[in-house]
């Protein structure tokens, strides 16, 4: 029997994803109808951006799973109509992405190479900057992307400690966990990556009392969710040089608001949410092959815990 897949995204993201989506689907050997309109009560699975026209999932009596497109599911994990699986993208192409960003950023504070873009102005700055080995790395957030970072950064040679909610492991990284383990974390910080999904628990992680915490100076690099910093705080972190630094990809409101004092901070680099983006290819290969599970009885992959809110 077919299977009815409705792609319920921006219409800009259906002419990305049509030719790659129909293309795994066929490898994957599935017989299916791929659209982005049907009767909701012939529908099949939903692949799924939270920002879609679908809100409410009640009329789709027969879905099977609600498959997102994007990683971080807050915009859809609360919705009381969705019954049914909820799985988050967990994809290749999403994952290198913002390895090669968040080390970018890393090396960035990690060279000092500010110092010599603004500074050429005929001063010879020779400060060597210390190698990889004898500068801490904070992840915040051992996930898919927090433990790939983590281990790219372990690659270049950083001393890096890492954090999650359950115990983990993460070959070469200092795991910790737990409450307990975020005052550790964060007190050898020299720079802080933050990759944790925005819920309940994660809500202003950084906050005075826990940006007190780390070591004077350091720098902050957040490309996990605007809501995981209270933003007054890290803006009185910043003025009084406790932290010297922050890149921030992501924002309570996005687009961040031309007037937000962020944008003219000295010490504070926006970017506008581009650390990582699900490419279309490989993404669609990881929709089909949770399609095709799903239909032969085993169990999807990247299931979102509806009760954690990730
Ligand atoms: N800026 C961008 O372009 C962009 C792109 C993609 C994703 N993101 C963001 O990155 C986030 C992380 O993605 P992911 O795929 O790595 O997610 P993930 O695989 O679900 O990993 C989340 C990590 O956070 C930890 N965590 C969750 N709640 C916690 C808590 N209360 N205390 C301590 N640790 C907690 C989890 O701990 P456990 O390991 O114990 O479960 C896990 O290690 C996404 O949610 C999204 O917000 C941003």
Not at 12 to 31: D, F, H, I, N, V
Not at 234 to 248: D, R, V
Not at 274 to 279: C, F, L, P, Q, Y
Request: glycine share 8%; proline share 6%.
């Amino acid at each position: 029997m077919t299977i009815n897949i409705l792609f319920a995204a921006k219409a800009e993201r259906w002419t990305t994803y049509q030719a790659p989506l129909t293309e795994a689907l066929k490898a994957a050997g599935l017989e299916f109808d791929l659209r982005t309109d049907f009767p909701p009560a012939e529908v099949d699975y939903i692949v799924y951006a939270p920002n879609s026209d679908v809100q409410d999932f009640t009329p789709y009596t027969r879905l099977k799973a609600v498959l997102n497109l994007w990683a971080g599911v807050e915009d859809v994990v609360g919705n009381a109509t969705l019954t049914v699986p909820l799985t988050r993208m967990v994809d290749h192409g999403l994952t290198q992405g913002m390895v090669e960003w968040v080390t970018g950023h890393t090396l960035r504070y990690h060279l000092g190479i500010d110092a010599h873009i603004n500074g050429q102005d005929g001063v010879w700055r020779k400060d060597i900057p210390p190698l990889a080995q004898d500068r801490k790395v904070t992840v915040l957030g051992l996930g898919a992307l927090g433990a790939a970072v983590s281990q790219a950064l372990v690659g270049l040679g950083f001393d890096v400690t890492g954090w999650s909610r359950s115990a983990k492991t993460v070959e070469g990284v200092n795991c910790l966990h737990g409450p307990a383990g975020l005052t550790a974390a964060l007190e050898t910080a020299e720079i802080l990556i933050l990759l944790l999904p925005n819920t309940q628990a994660t809500e202003n992680t950084l906050r005075a009392e826990t940006l007190e915490i780390m070591p004077k100076g350091a720098c902050i690099i957040n490309p996990g969710r605007g809501p995981l910093i209270n933003d007054h705080d890290l803006l009185q972190a910043l003025n009084s040089g406790q932290i010297a630094h922050a890149t921030l990809d992501v924002f309570r409101v996005e687009p961040l608001p031309t007037e937000d004092p962020y944008w003219a901070h000295p010490n504070v680099t926006v970017t506008p949410h581009i650390a990582s983006e699900t490419r279309p290819t490989t993404a669609s290969q990881i929709v089909a092959d949770n399609i095709q599970r799903s239909e032969t009885g085993q169990p999807l992959l990247h299931v979102v815990d509806r009760a954690l809110g990730y």
